[in-house]
């Protein structure tokens, strides 16, 4: 049955003067926003080195929040960085500007930081904030496009972002200006975040769930361990590795010296190696690969993914001291979603 016009696929659509015009326009965008990185890229390491400091140093030195602002565009960025922010150590809110004059500035306290988002500086909405902040002697951090404004005049940190022409051919919807801004407030959380040694171990904590969570889960809570682990003592027969192998289902077996050491690994692929007659009366240390490639159980399990991608194996032993304490197969992460 043939497919209907309205909902036929995007490869199949013939290329015309109008499909190029439009890759040519996005190209366009793209082109406009990266000028604007950069003038903001260059900038910071001259006249906004010295407010980008002191941010740090205000925020780092605040006991409560980082509140962020701003109305339109500017509000929706200053959203996305209190959201940034807080996934990254750096607790944050955002107070929506018109709704701060009707009760919500309550929620703004004296060990707080405010961020204002503004590139004209002139918002409106934003003036009992700014009041606010003086009256209570709260931190104000300005970001803006425009030095002389209300909001960086009143603030005690103020970010002058370049001018740059925004990506509509008209220069009025704010593109590039919007990305400038949220770039500079990602940079801001990422300084805050390495300046705090923010570690993978705290990002755990913060993102519990879906990909990102599964990624950070350690080894220890997805490997197998007691008597589901395949293990056979030295000097044993290949028969009873074998029959360990094949009881446990891992495609390995672990083999351990009289102290509990792992000492080998005897996998499918050691088998299919020693193929021969009397494989069943072999000694396992006549099979085994020595020193064997083992993961840690408070290794994070993406990077236990990592080392058996390395690897080329789909499982591995988990040690402690030498001994084994589980063993993980790639079908656990796989089903943890962590790949």
Known sequence: MPMPERIKRVTDQPADEQTHELIDSGLRTLDTETNGI????AALQNGLRAPFIAAVELIRGARGRVVT???GKSGHVAHSLAAT??????????????EAGHGDLGMITPDDVLMALSWSGETVELKN???????????????TSDGNSTLAQAA??????????EACPHNLAPTTSSLMQLALGHAL?????ESRGFTPLDFRILHPGGRLGAALTFTRDLMHAGDAMPLVMLGRRMSNAIMEMSTKGFGCVGIIDPAGQLVGIITDGDLRRHMRPDL??????EVMTAHPICAKPDQLASETLQLLNAAKITAVFVIERGKPVGVI????LLRAGVA
Do not use: K, N, W
């Open 280 to 285: 069943l009366d072999l000694a396992v240390e």
């Open 189 to 193: 959380a990422i300084a805050l975040l």
């Open 38 to 41: 950069a003038a903001l890229s």
């Open 69 to 71: 602002s701003g109305m």
């Open 85 to 98: 922010m807080s996934s990254t150590g750096t607790p944050a809110i955002f107070v929506h500007p018109a």
């Open 156 to 165: 005690d940190v103020a970010f002058v972002l370049p001018q740059a022409r």
């Open 329 to 332: 197969h790639l079908h656990d």
């Open 129 to 143: 904030l700014i009041d606010y902040s003086r009256r209570f002697r709260i931190g104000l951090i300005a970001m």
